[in-house]
């Protein structure tokens, strides 16, 4: 399997996607000649943090230097390409943390680079470090070499003492979006001359979670499976062992129209192609989850609602309108409350449970037949949540009948008016509908 991500690490400024605040900030430090000792990459994995490194230490100490664009060519660029310069260390802290790296560290800023502009320290994962670390690597923050830059990179920066941070310029590395994504897959796959549908890449992306290094890694596996063929939708089922929208969408059906037979129908399927049930059932939570905040139009404003192929983002609509929120709700914590059992016992075997999911189905059916008397009260206040909104307290006078040709209709919104009035008044009375229904006498 060729590595992809290596293969198509950003080089350069130019190359590098997103990412815009600390590159436009980086590039105007290395023009203007104003180099700090110490900068701090944080943000979570794959978004470019190393690479990003990478491209400060070759801007810094390639021959023609510093520059915007080095020139990929000369022993500094290439030893730091190729991870072997001399002059630029790169240390994983999360395999160094003791107090004896850093003070290796510590002994060895002090001399001269061997062969360029700056001794550079690349430090990943730096909020592993001991304590002890800390307070030797902030001595030399708080006396740098004027020959020295420290690079420092985490995907936690809460675990950062406050006095590093303070030391240091700090850069916020964000999280990529779908379309940043499949934009960078589709460039990919040009260069390496590989078919797709766009589909199956819109559908990578979302697997990836806003990492670059997951989405490409992905990428890298699906076409090891189709031996560069074209890249289709089902491809990518088949390597990451999900399934189609449509098999989520079945199965609450399903559940929702009593048809234990077509829920089932889904379980077997899932069974016999030997994919895992947990995923499935996690996957189904995870589709809960996302018709739920359709229905309350949660995601408009986020990016989660294109995080969704064309064909997952119209099931989810047919089912966001099927469904009442309430029983979504129920569902969901039904399934939620089997899937956690299932984590507390590991070593179970696949048709235990299967037939554990089976018996939750027909359960869950039942309840969803004859609600439970908390979910009736649950339904009532907020149906008289509605009415009382329709009616709110400040405008208690009845809209007049206007004549026309509508006066029927009106005249018949004003009876429902009156009705509603006379019964609920304009304060709330769910309690006191609750205390009737849930009074001992
Ligand atoms: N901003 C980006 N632009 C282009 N590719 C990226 C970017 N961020 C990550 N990648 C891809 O992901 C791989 C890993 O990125 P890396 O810089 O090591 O991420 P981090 O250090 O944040 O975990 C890179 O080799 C590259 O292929
Ligand atoms: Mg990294
Ligand atoms: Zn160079």
Request: net charge negative; hydrophobic share 35%.
């Amino acid at each position: 399997m060729i590595n992809l991500a290596l293969k198509y690490r950003p080089k350069n400024f130019n190359d590098i996607v997103g990412q815009i605040h600390a590159s436009q900030t980086l590039k105007n430090s290395i023009t203007s000649g104003s180099i700090s000792h110490a900068y701090l990459f944080y943000g979570s994995r794959g978004i470019g943090k190393t690479s990003m490194a990478r491209i400060v230490a070759k801007s810094l100490n390639c021959v023609n230097g510093p520059t915007l664009t080095p020139c990929e060519v000369c022993d500094n660029c290439r030893g730091i390409n190729q991870g072997n310069h001399v002059d630029v260390v790169e240390m994983d802290a999360a395999s160094n943390r003791g107090i004896e790296h850093i003070r290796e560290l510590r002994e060895n800023v002090r001399f001269s680079p061997m062969s360029s502009r700056y001794k550079i320290y690349i430090i990943d994962e730096v909020h592993m470090l001991t304590n002890e670390s800390f307070n030797a690597l902030l001595k030399t923050l708080e006396e740098p070499p004027e020959h020295v830059v420290f690079i420092l990179a985490t995907t936690e920066f809460h675990k950062i003492p406050e006095t590093i941070i303070s030391r240091c310029q700090n850069y916020p590395f964000k999280k990529f979006s779908l379309p940043d994504i499949t934009h960078r897959l589709s460039f990919i796959l040009e260069a390496e001359k590989i078919p797709f549908e766009e589909d199956a890449l819109g559908f990578i992306a979302t697997k990836a979670e806003g990492s670059m290094r997951d989405g490409i890694s992905i990428l890298d596996s699906i076409i090891a499976y189709t031996h560069r063929e074209k890249l289709t939708l089902n491809d990518i089922y088949s390597v990451l062992g999900t399934l189609p929208a449509e098999s989520y969408a079945n199965f609450l059906d399903g559940i929702k129209t009593s048809n234990l037979q077509k829920a089932l129908r889904e379980i077997n399927s899932v069974y016999d192609d030997g994919l895992d049930l947990k995923r499935f059932v996690w996957d189904v939570l995870d589709t809960i989850k996302n018709i739920v905040l359709l229905k309350n139009n949660a995601m408009q404003n986020t990016s989660s609602i294109s995080s969704f192929t064309e064909n997952a983002r119209k099931k989810l609509e047919e089912m966001a309108q099927k469904w009442d929120g309430n029983e979504l709700i129920f569902v969901f914590n039904s399934l939620f409350t089997l899937y956690n059992e299932w984590n507390m016992f590991p070593s179970m075997k696949s048709g235990e449970i299967r037939a554990m999911l089976e018996i939750k189905i027909v359960q869950i059916m039942e309840s969803l037949k004859n609600p439970s008397l908390s979910q009736v009260l649950q339904k009532l206040d907020g149906i008289i949540k509605k009415i009382n909104n329709e009616n709110p307290p400040e405008d208690p006078q009845p809209h007049p009948v206007k004549p026309g040709k509508k006066m029927e209709e009106d005249a018949s919104d004003n009876n429902d008016f009156y009705i509603k009035k006379a019964f609920l008044g304009t304060t709330d009375h769910t309690d006191e509908i609750k205390n009737i229904f849930t009074s001992k006498e």
